[in-house]
């Protein structure tokens, strides 16, 4: 009695076992994110919950998002359009599925308070902070051009964000090109001018990335869908909720409302989720053609193989 006990608990057991796994999620979708941006916000949101199992990672900047979908380690990430037009020859798995419109007056040519630079002419010799491959760098070769000026009328120092905030604020540098809420907290902690920004340079077009083989299974495929429509609709929410959307974010990075309540003040636009489209086609080439004219891409980049145009998010 006792024996058939035990076999019959064991029995029980590989069942509830089976049943578990069985209930678990078969898809797991690989998401990077930035700390303060629509997953800060996704909890808050309401959302239904999703049929598939989420591995959500830390990710510093666009072009490690675009290294770690070409390694396999990522299915889905966001950028700006500049990093995908550095591997587009590469035979790179980057497939760009969604655009985000966004923000261009976060993205600014600094320069300390007390500089006689006033203008963009007067730039000509001076040590000019960017970050490499990004907006930073395109809006740097975009000013200089204006003006008939290339790198060589300059002195480029190339810095990651950080590095390029302290090396500012030491007065190592005579401008920075440099975005978002670094720029901002330089601007805030030195008084430092907005000689100009990224208005009339930059579209505002942020490129949602996602892996060949996310795209080739048709569950993934379907979870990448399910994840934009997330993201659009949280950020549907934090703009219905702006006071709380922006306590979140200042809770998620440490930072104080201020900032963003600054950065919201300013913006030229609100983040709008939206398929891929000619426009958005057009202006990654330009990117790509003056990343080619400025010598920082051997050859001529043809961006539109990058692009996935019958790709639906839906609308549920």
């Known amino acids: 009695m006792l024996l058939n006990r035990r076999n019959l608990l064991a029995s029980s057991l590989a069942l509830a076992a089976c049943g578990q796994e069985t209930a678990k999620p078969a898809t797991t979708l690989r998401v ?39 390694a396999g380690a990522l299915d889905l990430g966001s950028m700006s359009d500049i990093p995908p037009v550095f ?26 308070k007390t500089s006689p630079i006033k203008v963009i002419g007067d730039l000509k010799g001076k040590r000019i902070g960017y970050v490499r491959a990004t907006t930073s760098h395109y ?81 993934k495929r379907a979870a990448v869908a399910a994840w934009l429509r997330r993201v659009r609709d949280t950020y549907a929410w934090s703009e219905a909720h702006p006071d709380e959307a922006i306590r979140l974010v200042a809770s998620d990075t440490g930072l104080p409302e201020a900032v963003y309540r600054g950065q919201r003040a300013q913006r030229t636009t609100a983040p709008n989720l939206i398929p ?23 050859a001529r980049v043809d961006v539109a193989p990058l692009w996935v145009r019958d790709f639906d998010y839906g609308t549920a």
């Open 32 to 70: 990077a994110y930035y700390r303060g941006q629509a997953e800060t916000w996704m909890a808050a949101a309401g959302l239904p919950e999703l049929p598939f199992r989420v591995v959500k990672s830390p990710f510093a900047s666009g072009n490690l998002i675009v290294e770690a979908i070409s």
């Open 276 to 298: 891929p489209s000619d426009a958005a086609i057009v202006s990654q080439q330009m990117v790509a053609d003056t990343f080619f004219k400025a010598g920082i891409l051997p």
């Open 87 to 112: 591997v587009a020859q590469k035979q790179s798995p980057v497939r760009l599925v969604a655009v985000l419109e966004g923000d261009v007056a976060n993205q600014v040519v600094l320069v300390p």
């Open 139 to 219: 809006i740097l070769l975009r000013i200089l051009d204006e003006i008939g000026l290339t790198f060589a009328d300059i002195t480029p120092v190339a810095l990651a964000p950080q590095d390029g905030r302290a090396a500012f604020e030491r007065g190592d540098l005579d401008a920075w090109v440099i975005f978002g809420v670094v720029g901002f907290l330089a601007r805030e902690a030195t008084g430092a001018r907005i000689l100009t920004n990224g208005v009339g340079r930059l579209t505002g077009n942020y490129a949602f990335a996602a892996a060949q083989s996310a795209l080739d299974d048709p569950p």
